[in-house]
């Protein structure tokens, strides 16, 4: 067994990396990774606790609670503190911590030591020629995470309800669910706008990569009616914070940031949200799709008028500016959705004086969106990354590790690779493509000697697990797709047009629901 692990270890230890020794390689990517977020140092003062604003009361059981769902797998942060450790004295911590974040809530000051990040260079290919082939793996304090999601169930519950009072409204979609945006955001792909491909029309699609200034969020959060107190403590959480770039046991110099929302922050993709909740289309016929830090134009085109989509894109170029987020044009695609068989050229966007760079597929929150919206192009995708992992599998078989060990191997390496986002591409995959993807499940079942789950049965639970979840939701933004019939037995059929939004998730997911009654 151990000589099973130890060769998966020694292929990941030895991806071409520079020599440890060389500080200045460390130093030169800490300074690359800081490149958009550095600024000039941001001076808190300490809060005065007043009657309308007291401090966010914590009590020993709430921060118990979460410390006994600490996930004892996540690596530790600067602090070389174990979750492990956490969780099993999660009794005898409750109280010490408690005290602790009370006072840091109560004087709005964040010990430096919960405010340090040590980023962990991975390398994105297995030629890295540049410092952006290497991927920033940000490492936190676990007890920071603790005390991020305790504050974050505040923040929640402090917004304004939906529709909320006029200027200020959080639309649900900016909500942060978790994978459950994640996948929400990619419907408006195909359930959603499915009627208008009938009509010849033309989609157009770009996103970016954004930072944020503290001191912008903190005036966004006072206008949302967020108490002053905790808007302090949080502008003092994301200013002055020390980072460091390791790799072994060398490190590279401290940067001290000053702007953006750090990495492996539990906070990110919500404060991203709150941030551009202003960000909103102005005509009827775009649609803006933000989740975290990536977000996504969708025009709808018709008789060649061009002039709302590119008046759209000026006005996000704008909004950008105004506040002070940083539009990455390097990353910004643009994918053209166009079935007419005489279409006219369409000519690029351009972006502060750069067109943007037109694909035939990209990689939209983990899944590959073609310009045909087949997903032959992501079932391939899949399926080559799942076969290199076949490898892991069979190095384990070879050493004699059990079918238990084995299968385990599979669902967490293989199997996770496999079933992505499955509730959203699968009901559209070619008969071939769903052969590929059943194809390795067949290795992999042959190699770990015990029987797998099919694709296609993994997809019906995760779809009836899911609009479960949407339908006890009422706030969730697909919540009104699922109807129940005047006999409240049976849930009303989405109408459908073309076979494309038929397989998709929410017809599918409804005729699901009707079988299982």
């Not at 979750?83 to 000051?109: K, M, P, Q, Y």
């Not at 006072?222 to 808007?231: E, N, Q, V």
């Not at 694909?359 to 990354?385: E, Q, R």
């Not at 390496?413 to 959203?424: A, G, H, Y």
Request: include cysteine.
């Amino acid at each position: 067994m151990w000589q099973g692990l130890q060769t998966i270890t020694d292929y990941r230890t030895t991806k071409p990396f520079p020599a440890s020794s060389d500080v200045s390689f460390l130093n030169e990517l800490n300074n690359f990774y800081a490149r958009f977020e550095r600024g000039n140092p941001t001076t808190t003062t300490k809060a005065d606790v007043t009657p309308d604003h007291q401090p966010l009361p914590l009590s020993p059981t709430d921060v118990g609670a979460v410390l006994s769902r600490i996930n004892v797998h996540k690596a530790a942060g600067p602090d070389g503190i174990p979750g492990r450790v956490l969780r099993a004295c999660s009794g005898e911590l409750a109280g010490v911590l408690t005290d602790i974040f009370n006072l840091s809530l109560a004087h709005a000051v964040v010990p430096a030591c919960f405010k340090s990040t040590s980023i962990v260079p991975i390398p994105k290919n297995s030629n890295p020629s540049c410092l952006n082939d290497y991927r920033p793996v940000a490492l936190t304090p676990i007890i920071t995470k603790c005390l991020e999601q305790l504050v974050l169930a505040h923040f929640k519950s402090c917004l304004p309800p939906h529709p909320g009072p006029p200027p200020i409204r959080i639309p649900p979609e900016q909500e942060h669910r978790g994978c459950s945006l994640h996948r929400t955001a990619l419907c408006p792909l195909t359930p959603g706008q499915q009627q208008h491909l009938r009509q010849n029309a033309v989609y157009r699609l770009q996103f970016s990569i954004n930072t944020i200034h503290p001191s912008q969020l903190i005036r966004k959060l006072t206008d949302l009616g967020i108490s002053s107190l905790i808007c302090k403590w949080l502008l003092d959480f994301l200013t002055n914070r020390p980072q460091h770039v390791r790799l072994d046991n060398h490190c590279s110099s401290t940067i001290t940031m000053n702007t953006g929302v750090p990495q492996g922050c539990v906070m990110s993709p919500f404060l991203y949200s709150l941030f551009t909740h202003d960000c909103r289309p102005a005509d009827g016929s775009n649609t803006i799709i933000k989740f975290a830090d990536d977000t996504t134009v969708i025009g709808l085109i018709s008789d060649n008028d061009e002039a709302a989509y590119r008046e759209e894109v000026d006005r996000l170029a704008e909004w950008c500016n105004r506040n002070n987020l940083l539009l990455n044009t390097e990353k910004t695609k643009e994918l053209i959705v166009d079935y007419r068989r005489n279409a006219d050229p369409h000519p690029p966007i351009h972006i502060k004086g750069t067109a943007v760079e037109r694909v035939s597929s990209f990689k939209f929150l983990g899944v590959h969106i073609s310009k045909d919206l087949t997903w032959t192009t992501n079932c391939s995708k899949l399926v080559k990354k799942a076969h290199q992992r076949l490898f892991f599998l069979r190095t384990l078989r070879k050493n004699q590790l059990s079918s238990d060990i084995l299968v385990n191997f599979y669902r967490c390496t293989i199997e996770s690779i496999l079933t992505n986002c499955i509730t959203v591409w699968y009901g559209n995959c070619s008969a071939s493509d769903r052969k590929a993807l059943q194809r390795v499940v067949k290795t992999a079942q042959r190699i770990a000697g015990a029987p797998l789950p099919a694709i296609k049965d993994i997809c019906r639970k995760r779809c009836l697990k899911r609009a479960g979840k949407i339908i006890k939701d009422p706030s969730h933004p697909s919540h009104g797709l699922f109807t129940l019939l005047p006999s409240g037995r049976r849930y009303r059929s989405l109408r459908t047009k073309t076979t494309r939004y038929r397989n998709s998730f929410f017809p599918t997911a409804v005729r699901l629901l009707n079988s299982a009654s």
